[in-house]
């Protein structure tokens, strides 16, 4: 899959919600560019005294809606087409989430468990220095996503409000909660997708204790979203991350592996269970069960991996898993696919949330925080399904759509430059 290019999988998508829609190139063409990018170089003095220079991306997609939002990636593989791609994938998350922003994405290419915390910190800092000039409570509010948690949020809040000269905490979400952070927020994403997968079981006539699952990646959104889905009566009978697959046929106590990966480095290597086995990973992908969560990273089903699925729907909790080829066989086979930007909108929706707080100052228990998340889960699942039956088109077709209508309607709203 060396050629698979993911801002070009997301302009497909566009351009097919544009046609289905009825609208001109003239209408939407804007939406097919970034507003900015920017790559920075970052030097850091590693503990042994030498110098290593670093890659670092943000990219703003869209201000249309308010304040570009996205996360912050560390992760060897990261480049600015990936970032690109997340970020136009958070414009359209964000318009479906019917929140007040924009969509950006940031990352370093950079693999942080080579790093002491020292050098992740001397990263981070430096990272924030460089993009200082472009982000900002009004401007663009990065966030947590793949390997990037809430103690590097508190970093970037404290070098830009050292920067600043003001304790800025709104400049960044997913922070700690003694950081300006938000009850309830660590567990957004998670919870999120529990609430999307309970909204198709309702539509299905289906309980969620009725439901098998396999969910690749244990990391933020796979073991919250796992741990919520089986105390909610979901039969989880594999668990994989990038070391390994944990499988288990009589169902895995999920309570156990999350306490364990949370204490062994958010990793399962090593754990033991009655019944458990370690299968290959892409053996995970081909179980025969109703569900397949998936939440590592993007490109995971694709021409290579499609066919051995099994699955009756693929919930998809990380950014892009799916390929545009693997949709449409998907689609074919009349397996569902609960996709990204409107199953994982609990992220930023929970991120808005914290920043509603940091704004005014006043924070909500984390009842009130669940309470309004739920809520926009389930407005935001609607609000995709009235299109998808009214056009006739997949979840994910139907969410750009939505997306791309709010998007356009805002921009010329405000008026067009140029
Ligand atoms: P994370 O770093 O906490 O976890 C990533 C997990 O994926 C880890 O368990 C890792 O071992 C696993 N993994 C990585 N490569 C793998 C591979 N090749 N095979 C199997 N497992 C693999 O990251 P996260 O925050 O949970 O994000 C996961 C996905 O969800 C990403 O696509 C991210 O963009 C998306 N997402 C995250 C959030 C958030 O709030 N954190 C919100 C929305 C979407």
Known sequence: MADYNPYENMLHVLDKAAEKLGMTKNEYEFVRYPERELTVSLPIVMDDGHVEVFSGYRVQHSTARGAAKGGIRFHPASDENEVRALAAWMSIKNAIGNIPYGGAKGGIKVDPKKLSERELQRLTRTYVRRIAPFIGTDKDVPAPDVNTNAQIMAWIADEYSAITGEWTPGVVTGKPIVAGGSLGRNEATGRGLTYTLETWCEKKGLAMKDLTLAVQGFGNVGSVGSLLMHRAGVKVIAIGDIDGSLYNPNGIDVEKAYVYANSHGRSLKGYEEEGATF?????????????????????????????????????????????????????AKGIEVLPDVMSNVGGVVGSYYEWVQNKTGLYWTEEEYNARLKDNMRRSYEDVDAIRQQYHVTYRLAAYMLALKRIVEAQNTRGFLG
């Open 279 to 331: 299968i290959p990973n892409e053996e995970l992908l081909k179980l025969p069960v109703d569900v397949l969560f998936m939440a590592a990273l993007e490109n995971q089903l694709h021409a290579g991996t499609m066919e051995g699925v099994k699955a009756k729907v693929i919930l998809e909790g990380a950014n892009g898993p799916t390929t545009e080829e693997a949709d449409d066989y998907f689609e």
